[in-house]
């Protein structure tokens, strides 16, 4: 059976990636921050650290979220993978705006990872026990 939700969930994940991505591209632009550099303007430095961290977060999220559907359930993973999703973008609406306001956003993020790690394991415990 095609698991439709965590499909979904994926593929908004990586939209809301490549939004933050075109974002990079167009502060350097703004503050004409020339490739290679990776510093300059404090507003460029900020939506970098949102790409950078939202790449490091997905390849955690994205092997769990699949692992939790496939152990636990596809709807419950989905859920929870929506709010890695809505933790992410409020991460990055925050840090764009002073690097002090990302913390609810990751905070959702991570919570949310964790759950998703913890019943990945749970699940897999059980399978083994079986």
């Known amino acids: 059976m095609i698991e439709i939700y965590p499909s979904l969930v994926t593929v908004i994940a990586l939209f809301v990636y490549f939004l933050i ?16 550099a990776t510093t ?5 430095e900020r939506a970098l650290r ?7 977060q997905m390849i955690f999220f994205l092997p769990l979220l699949w ?3 496939f152990y636990i359930d596809s709807i419950w993973g989905s859920v929870i993978g929506g709010f890695w999703i809505i933790g992410r973008i409020l991460y990055a609406v925050g840090y764009y705006q002073a690097a002090e306001k990302r913390m609810i956003g990751f905070a959702i993020g991570s919570l949310s990872s964790l759950i998703l790690l913890i019943g990945s394991l749970v699940g897999m415990i059980l399978v083994l026990i079986k």
């Open 50 to 56: 949102v790409q950078q961290n939202t790449l490091e």
């Open 21 to 36: 991505t075109i974002n990079v591209g167009r502060v350097r632009g703004k503050y004409q921050v020339k490739p290679p």
């Open 67 to 69: 692992l939790f559907c």
């Open 40 to 44: 300059g303007d404090p507003n460029f």
